[in-house]
């Protein structure tokens, strides 16, 4: 027995707009669902754009046995609305929450958007202790955040707020998550910060959407990935194998479990599990 058997690991899974990328999901999540994570999550489109259909798929999963977990923010919604879908949550026997602030979508205009810190706040008013309740962490530093300092002091409002554990932005650097760490255990933050890892499906997808949320690409995997143009054999392979590494570093040096962005696909997420030796916890 290894020490990872101590550890908690998640797996993310985005809604599908289509009846096509639902039966595939169905697919995706029985194949993932054999590795036994501790539970899943499903996002919450920008605004609540994907509102039903996160909570349909959260709910279907539930029925099949499958833990899992719903993001939510306020997006547009007013408190009540929110509330009904907390409520449905917590009459479907849903037990864990992912809180968070959100992005607007574009079109939504200069609406105000309501911090994770107020929505853990109103989760705890209502329901009390009956929900897990997870944050965003961000390792390399939320864009919007005024400096490195003010994002940790926000998460431990949030912690503080009721949040039980936080998971971060993905990042390509280990010791930008230690060194988080440890400035967040200076900061008093004393509750889990699970690292959130991407697989490298497609390095244009990867470096815009990094780009949007902050996240950095180390230089020398970006020219790797550039190297190999359109051959996405040799992509996958170098993928697995720098995502394999860093997920190895962060459990071999501290990291309480890990949450992977499966991108709603089964591979890499199920290679770099197997090459961790998780199959065994
Ligand atoms: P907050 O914690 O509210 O912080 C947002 C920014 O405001 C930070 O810069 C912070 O420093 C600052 N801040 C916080 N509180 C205050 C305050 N009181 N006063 C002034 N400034 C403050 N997005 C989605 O749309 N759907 C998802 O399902 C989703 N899932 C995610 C899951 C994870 C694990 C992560 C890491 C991110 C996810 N995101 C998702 C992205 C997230 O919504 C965005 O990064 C968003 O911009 C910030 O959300 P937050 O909950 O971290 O915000």
Redesign the pocket.
């Known amino acids: 027995m290894n020490n990872k058997t101590s550890k908690r690991f998640s797996f993310e899974f985005f809604p599908p707009k289509t009846d096509l990328g639902k039966e595939k999901l169905a697919t995706v999540r029985a194949e993932l669902n054999k590795l036994e994570p501790d539970y899943f999550s499903v996002?919450?489109?920008?605004g609540g754009s994907t509102r039903d259909n996160t909570r349909d798929i959260v709910l279907t999963m539930k029925s099949e046995g499958i833990s899992t977990a719903p993001?939510l923010?306020f997006g547009g919604d007013n408190e009540a609305a929110i509330l009904e879908l907390i409520n449905q949550y917590k009459t479907a026997g849903i037990d864990r929450i992912?809180a968070?602030?959100?992005?607007m979508p574009s079109g939504m205009g200069a609406q105000r958007l309501i911090?994770?810190?107020e929505l853990v706040r109103f989760i705890r008013e209502h329901t009390g202790d009956h929900f897990q309740l997870t944050?965003?962490?961000?390792p390399e530093i939320?864009p919007?955040?005024k400096s490195y300092h003010?994002?940790i002091q926000?998460l431990k409002?949030?912690m503080d707020a009721g949040a039980d554990s936080a998971?971060?932005?993905y990042f390509y650097n280990a010791d930008a998550y230690f060194y988080f760490i440890e400035e967040c255990q200076k900061a008093g933050i004393d509750k889990a910060i699970y690292p959130?890892i991407m697989p490298i499906l497609n390095y244009e997808n990867l470096a815009r959407f990094s780009r949007n949320?902050g996240a950095e690409i180390p230089r020398w995997i970006c020219k790797k990935l550039e190297g190999y143009g359109n051959d996405q054999e040799s992509i996958a392979q170098f993928g697995t194998e720098v995502v394999t590494r860093l997920a190895e570093q962060l459990l071999d040096n501290g990291a309480p479990g890990i949450?992977f962005y499966t991108m709603n696909q089964i591979e890499p997420t199920r290679s770099i599990w197997n090459n961790l030796g998780l199959g065994e916890r």
């Open positions: 996002t919450y489109g920008a993001h923010s992912v968070l602030r959100g992005d911090y994770a810190e944050v965003a962490a961000y939320h919007d955040a003010s994002d926000f409002r949030k998971i971060t932005q959130g949320c949450h």
